[in-house]
């Protein structure tokens, strides 16, 4: 079976964008999965996520026409690759405007990617530009993290509004292949009123899974792990496993569903 691309979009800030990505892919390769990151924000979180310092190749690179295998770049987990990004990817997202085509560069550079790698995860910046145009083009289905707050509504209306033009128009195969609730607090009213909120207005598109608010979680990336090596046992991690299963559920892999390698995995019940 060929690979699957995600695109990570939201165009808010502060939702655990980069933090899905990066424990989602972190857990599919721990399972035994070949799988990429794709760092497609100049801030280049996701590659410093990944314990990634400054390397010469970047996601830059892959836009202007360099083949995959000499921009990925193999992390220190076995089974996970990323495409690093640099602060210079701002200049591109400028320039691309500038091309023919310019929605299609990522799409036609990440072809190879589906007979290398089972899941790929692009990580996009918190805006709708070219950047995330391009990763909406390339992708199979759109994961949507939406941090839980009121406000958590606002903007996702238009994102799904954008990803169903752009369905129509550059990309027929894009899905949604979920929303996600991050940052939550199960002590607070305030979580159990934005879940009831986005079920009531999503249905089935928003993921049975809810990733907790932790300070374990927002440590993880200054020692460059994702949560299932920093904190092994936390509830972020058994949450990103979660994840991980159910978006493999959703698409008829579940590499990660059975309880032998849920375990050996690193998975907690």
């Keep these: 079976m060929a690979g699957s691309i995600y695109a990570l ?21 721990q399972a035994g999965e070949r799988t990429l990151v794709v760092d497609l924000d100049p801030q280049a979180n996701a590659t410093s996520g990944l314990g990634v310092r400054r390397h010469e190749a970047s996601s830059g690179d892959l836009l202007d026409g360099a083949p995959l295998d000499a921009v990925a770049v193999a992390t220190r987990f076995t089974n996970l690759d990323v495409v690093p990004a640099r602060p210079e990817l701002a200049g591109a997202a400028a320039e691309l405007g500038r091309r023919a085509a ?43 993290p939406v ?41 607070t009213r305030l979580a159990a009123d934005v879940a009831a909120e986005l079920e009531r207005h999503l249905g089935d598109l928003l993921l049975r899974s809810r990733v907790p608010r932790s300070v374990r979680l927002a440590e993880a990336p200054s020692h460059g792990l994702p949560i299932i090596r920093y904190a092994p046992h936390s509830p972020a991690a058994d949450a990103y496993w979660r994840v991980a299963n159910e978006l493999a559920e959703r698409i008829g892999a579940s590499p990660a569903a059975s309880e032998d390698r849920y375990a050996l995995a690193g998975g907690t019940a």
Excluded: H, W
């Excluded at 299609?104 to 790698?117: G, S």
């Excluded at 692009?122 to 805006?127: G, I, K, L």
């Excluded at 209306?157 to 940052?183: C, D, E, F, K």
């Design 147 to 187: 941090q839980a707050e009121y406000y958590a509504m606002e903007g996702l209306a238009q994102l799904l509004q954008t990803i169903s033009l752009l369905r129509s128009r550059l990309n027929p195969r894009l899905a949604v292949a979920g929303v996600l609730l991050t940052m939550v607090d199960s002590r």
């Design 9 to 29: 979009a939201n165009q808010k800030g502060g939702v655990g964008k980069t933090t899905t990505a990066v424990n989602v892919a972190a857990c599919l390769a």
């Design 102 to 144: 310019s929605e299609r560069y990522l799409a036609d550079a990440l072809a190879p990617a589906r007979a290398n790698y089972a899941f790929v995860f692009v990580d996009c910046p918190p805006s709708l530009g070219p950047l995330t145009v391009n990763a909406l083009a390339a992708a199979d289905r759109v994961l949507v």
